[in-house]
């Protein structure tokens, strides 16, 4: 089971971080990952990190302001959120899967919405 949290509505130009924590032993062997979904949009892969937390992906809308990061320990992954700009309001999902290329074949969160004013 995942749950997100964070977000919210913020100003462009803030910051804001998501935090997704999983339940389960095996959350320290499993790749995880942001979706965001903006209404009458596709859901795109924003970042991803391995189960090691030694190799991460990001989109090129978000290279540069976003980081994901993970503590294996406390079963959660974040997503760190800089210089937010109103394009990157949208539903946040976090994903988990053991592969890190097929996250979105695994298991997801409900979402948490992040809308930025601009």
């Known amino acids: 089971q995942l749950v997100e949290s964070g977000g919210g509505l913020v100003q462009a130009g803030d910051s804001s971080r998501l935090s997704c924590a999983a339940s389960g032993r095996t959350f320290s062997t499993y790749a995880m990952g942001w979706f965001r979904q903006a209404p009458g949009m596709e859901r795109e892969l924003v970042a991803a990190?391995?189960?090691?937390?030694?190799?991460?992906y990001y989109a090129d809308s978000v290279k540069g302001r976003f980081t994901i990061s993970r503590d294996n320990a406390k079963n959660t992954v974040y997503l760190q959120m800089n210089s937010l700009k109103a394009e990157d309001t949208a539903i946040y999902y976090c994903?988990?899967?053991?592969?890190?290329?097929?996250?979105?074949?695994?298991?997801w969160g409900q979402g948490t919405q992040v809308t930025v004013s601009s």
């Open positions: 994903a988990a899967n053991p592969s890190l290329g097929d996250l979105s074949r695994g298991s």
């Open positions: 990190i391995n189960w090691s937390g030694t190799n991460t």
